[in-house]
């Protein structure tokens, strides 16, 4: 009875008001019970819909399984009545998504959700599944689980909420749990957290784990067997360990070479795979990969390559696999990718060796941001310390980097940095000089040298205006030149970012997001800044186009000889890019250090706790430094030093007193009482 | 992806079925292209349609002596109350007026009571909401609790309270309305303005130093326009229609040709002996609005940049 999920030449059409698409096309695999399974791809794989289908959801999303059979133990699920789907979903198969904020109806308490998810499955006393509840919630780890039941999703934290939507998949009892990337709304030590437990409920449960993610690192640290997917397509599949290490697609190799380790040398340039996913409507013909491989040879483009045997377990559908993957073990791959870019060793001045000598651009002294909350009729008024007494200074030429979780407060020192907020206390001196408060001529001045590159490529362009226009807005605000001139400019600049000179007349919406990102790298570069401000500039992007943006960001530093803050999440990126790093807590800097020495000697606790739970590094599983539980609201900071509440080794002092920075290594401070 | 489903929800059917015509035929899909091209050509039609309706109307105010067949102010006591005929198309009123003629030399009125009193109320109203919007602080407070003031009182009060005041006329008529219709435009483009204000691209655009009234027209404006020209074609009928009441309560436009509200108005006391009277005015006032809002819709497509783009 017991064979686990059987998926076979699964092929989905879409209905969009453009005409049908097909968003997945004969793609097979099977997961064992007790296996996990990854599904790794990009945005647009099709690796959501796929999952979507196995528990025939795609009917709401005007999807409709075109071809191939799925089958749970046996069953086939493909062609089931409607009201035996529906027993199906929640006690056979689970599913836990991307959001539990979105994930939960705030309207209604977790106990009571998660009650109505078992009395559709089974007629039982309410008391009796309320308990069973409170037991589930307290399996998956959730404190003071009685009190849970009782409140709303707004009250709980977004691990909390994982948790508790993990304990709701878990009521019915799943064969099989699909996981459509459970982690990526979180933070890294909280991933860490329901990473491990996922794989503890897997053993003690014996369910399968059909895990979705776009993050390899996740992949490595979870998966038995993967499948690669691409543009709707399975590229490869194999067990975890062969396929990373061994990858014989073209795609995975490029996906593996553009994935962040700690590998690869600091400013090195990135192995990147040119261009980007290509869109349901415009598929390429033959393989879909050819327009960005480096293999591409005419029965590429002509024929489509069938999933072929490559060893025990492993299949590739690629014409050229032998070839590929004797490429990338000889660690050629990236000379074959990229021909034409020489590999750029060109050292960055690692850390400020001349730090002292050279001038400190920009300088924050003791800054404060809080935001008054509440207040209103008979509401007691609260502050939001976002930031809280942060001094850095960064010098002309050097790249700093700000990493924390979110609600740390990098962002708001960032804008604080540029005065785009005015803050609540402090000072910020760029040259020595104060800069001016907002809106003041003085301040707009200062605008021209200071420049900012943002997250959200989609929402920082405005959609009536042309991409000519939005890039010159800069010069118009601070240059005199002639339209004509200005139209030359933007010529450079789109060039200068990769993109084509004749695309000024386009809108934003016909770009993708990395060509976006470049479109807001050429707006940053235009008058010529001094200093750059990139938040998040390539979270919001897929591996494969992180990587190109980040040779771009590199590359202008070195030829414009920009001074920068690259605030980001992920870990890797920053340290690849930045010559110091500053780790943030609850809005206070906790160690600042030349970025190599704080990957390799950790001194704050916090530090070492974040490096341990990037997933697939080294220290990841086996690391007892990890961070209890999650950042607490910066309403009420903790007493004392802040991470207290989370260390694993804290003491009465670190209650009491705030610890103040310490000298750990030349150029390697950190405000702990007890530095590692 | 995101984008085109969110604007084709808002946009309603035309849009869709126009854009899954003008889309390149997808692998796979013979069967619904054929149809679609089909539909694609009737939307198209539509709108030409439209266009018609409207110029003929435009005409009828401009030169009504040349399509009228007879004065609207000629009584022939002999066809008193008769139905639509070959001599009276669509028959004739209490006085022996023909219908027709009357709806022909009403259009000027009406069109300049709803056009005028559109354009003053979205002007006043825009600029208000706009202001209330992008300043915010003590002066939203202010404007929006006075908003909230006329908008207590019903509009046709409103109007009949001013149109009192300020007596009979074209130009009091206009104001009347267009007055009783400020708070609705002011609420709309405030909301429209705060929603566009908190975008990325409004800080990106502060964050490289341009002036915050450069912000609010080239960004703040261009991007919060398109509800309030909706609101406004929608807006036409009602101007209209409340123009129509005014007349009716001896408020209006005090002369023998009577615009097309009076017109219904008048003929409303006939409905059971004579549908015609006020059948006819009526359906010239829903043929000029749904043309106008037919030609509004593929008017706003047209200045999109996201359909215009797109292959």
């Given amino acids: ?365 003791n800054l404060k941001k809080h935001y008054p909350i509440g207040g209103g009729w008979g509401h007691q008024k609260r502050v939001i310390h976002a930031v809280d007494g942060v001094s850095l200074s960064i010098a002309e030429g050097e790249t700093f980097g700000l990493v924390g979780e979110s609600g740390s407060g990098k962002s708001t020192l960032g804008r604080l940095l540029l005065q785009l907020e005015s803050q609540t206390e402090g000072r910020v001196l760029y040259k020595g000089e104060e800069l001016s408060p907002q809106g003041s001529r003085r301040w707009r001045e200062t605008r021209r040298d200071l420049q900012i590159i943002h997250q959200d490529p989609y929402g920082t362009v405005d959609p009536r205006w042309n991409i000519g226009e939005i890039i010159a807005e800069p010069l118009g605000v601070h240059t005199k030149l002639t339209a004509a001139e200005r139209r030359g400019r933007v010529g450079e600049l789109l060039e200068q970012v990769g993109l084509q000179s004749s695309w000024q007349d386009r809108y934003p919406h016909e770009f993708s997001g990395g060509q976006r990102q470049r479109i807001g790298i050429a707006r940053a570069i235009a008058v010529n800044p001094r200093f750059i401000l990139a ?98 609201s910066p309403i009420n900071p903790p007493a004392g030093c802040r991470f207290h509440t989370r260390c694993p080794i804290a003491t009465d002092l670190c209650r009491q007193a705030e610890p103040a920075f310490v000298s750990v290594g030349s150029e390697h401070t950190a405000a702990c009482h007890y530095p590692l | 992806m995101k984008h085109s489903a969110a604007a084709a929800k808002t946009s309603g059917r035309l849009r869709r079925i126009r854009k899954a015509g003008l889309d390149k035929a997808p692998y796979g899909a013979q069967h619904r292209t054929s149809g679609t091209r089909l539909r694609f050509g009737s939307a198209d039609v539509l709108t030409g349609v439209a266009g018609i309706a409207v110029s003929f109307l435009v005409l009828c105010a401009l030169i009504p002596g040349w399509i009228a067949p007879y004065s609207p102010t000629e009584m022939n006591t002999a066809a008193i109350l008769q139905a639509p005929s070959v001599l009276h198309l669509l028959g004739t009123d209490y006085f022996g007026r023909d219908v027709f003629s009357l709806i022909v030399y009403g259009t000027r009125d009406s069109l300049l009571i709803g056009i005028c009193s559109v354009l003053v109320g979205v002007l006043i109203g825009g600029t208000l909401g706009s202001l209330a919007g992008y300043v915010g602080g003590k002066l939203d407070t202010v404007l929006m609790r006075l908003m909230d003031v006329l908008l207590t009182v019903p509009g046709i009060l409103l109007a009949l309270t001013i149109a009192a005041a300020l007596g009979p006329g074209l130009r009091n008529i206009v104001l009347a309305i267009a007055i009783s219709s400020v708070p609705g435009y002011a609420r709309v483009m405030r909301g429209q303005i705060m929603a566009i204000r908190r975008r990325g691209y409004i800080f990106a655009s502060r964050a490289i130093g341009a002036r915050p009234s450069s912000i609010l027209i080239r960004h703040v404006l261009p991007n919060s326009a398109a509800p309030l020209l909706v609101m406004a074609t929608l807006g036409l009928g009602s101007s209209i229609l409340a123009g129509a009441g005014l007349s009716f309560l001896g408020l209006g436009v005090l002369k023998e040709i009577p615009d097309w509200g009076a017109l219904l108005s008048q003929g409303r006391g006939y409905l059971t002996v004579a549908w015609w009277i006020c059948t006819f005015p009526g359906l010239a006032i829903t043929l000029f609005v749904l043309s106008v809002n037919l030609i509004g819709d593929r008017w706003r497509d047209a200045v999109d940049p996201k359909r215009k783009g797109k292959v």
Wanted: some cysteine; proline content about 6%.
């Fill in chain 1, 1 to 365: 009875m017991k064979t686990g999920l059987e998926v076979k030449e699964l092929t989905i059409d879409v209905h969009t008001p453009r005409g049908t698409l097909t968003a997945v096309s004969e793609i097979s695999f099977d997961i064992a019970p007790g296996e996990t399974l990854c599904l790794v791809g990009e945005s647009g794989s099709g690796k959501t819909i796929a999952s979507k289908a196995i528990m025939r959801l795609t009917d709401y999303e005007n999807g409709r399984i075109a071809g191939g059979h799925i089958r749970l133990g046996g069953q086939s699920i493909e062609s089931l009545p409607d009201h035996l789907v529906r027993d199906l979903r929640g006690r056979r198969i689970a599913m836990i998504f991307q959001e539990p904020m979105a994930a939960f109806d705030p309207v209604f308490t977790i106990g009571s959700q998660i009650v109505e998810t078992m009395r559709a499955h089974r007629r039982e006393k309410k008391s009796v599944l309320q308990q069973e509840g409170v037991e589930l919630l307290r399996r998956v780890g959730i404190p003071e689980p009685e009190l849970r039941m009782k409140q709303y999703p707004g009250e709980l934290s977004g691990g909390m909420l994982q948790r508790a939507m993990i304990a709701m998949a878990l009521s019915g009892g799943p064969e099989l749990l699909i996981a459509d990337e459970p982690t990526t709304a979180l933070d890294v030590t909280v991933q860490a957290q329901i990473l491990e437990l996922l794989d503890e409920l897997k053993e003690s449960l014996g369910m399968s784990i059909l895990l979705i993610t776009h993050d390899l690192g996740v992949a490595a640290q979870m998966a038995d067997r993967i499948v690669v997917l691409y543009a709707g397509r399975v590229a490869e599949q194999g067990p975890a360990a062969e396929v990373l290490t061994a990858p014989r697609h073209p795609y995975t190799i490029g996906l593996l070479n553009s994935a962040l380790t700690q590998d690869i040398r600091r400013g090195e340039r990135l192995r990147a795979i040119e261009g980007s996913p290509p869109g349901l409507a415009d598929m390429p013909g033959g393989c879909r990969f050819h327009p960005r491989c480096a293999y591409a040879s005419p029965r590429c483009r002509e024929s489509v390559p069938p999933l072929s045997d490559q060893g025990p377990g492993r299949l590739a559908a690629c014409w050229h696999a032998d070839e590929a993957a004797a490429g990338a073990a000889a660690a050629s791959f990236a000379a074959a990718v990229q021909p034409e870019v020489p590999q750029l060793q060109a050292e960055l001045p690692d850390t400020g060796t001349n730090r002292e000598s050279s001038s400190i651009l920009l300088e924050a002294q």
């Fill in chain 1, 535 to 632: 938040d998040e500039a390539v979270s919001a992007l897929d591996v494969s186009v992180q990587a190109q943006i980040v040779n771009l960001l590199q590359d202008l530093q070195r030829q414009l000889g920009l001074t920068s803050l690259f605030i980001a999440h992920g870990l890797q990126v920053v340290r690849h890019i930045s010559n110091r790093i500053g780790v943030m807590y609850l809005g206070k800097l906790v160690e600042v250090a030349p970025s190599e020495e704080l990957f390799r000697h950790p001194a704050h606790p916090y530090t070492r706790a974040l490096l341990s739970s990037i997933p697939g590094s080294p220290q990841a599983g086996n690391e007892t430094f990890t961070a209890k539980g999650e950042i607490p």
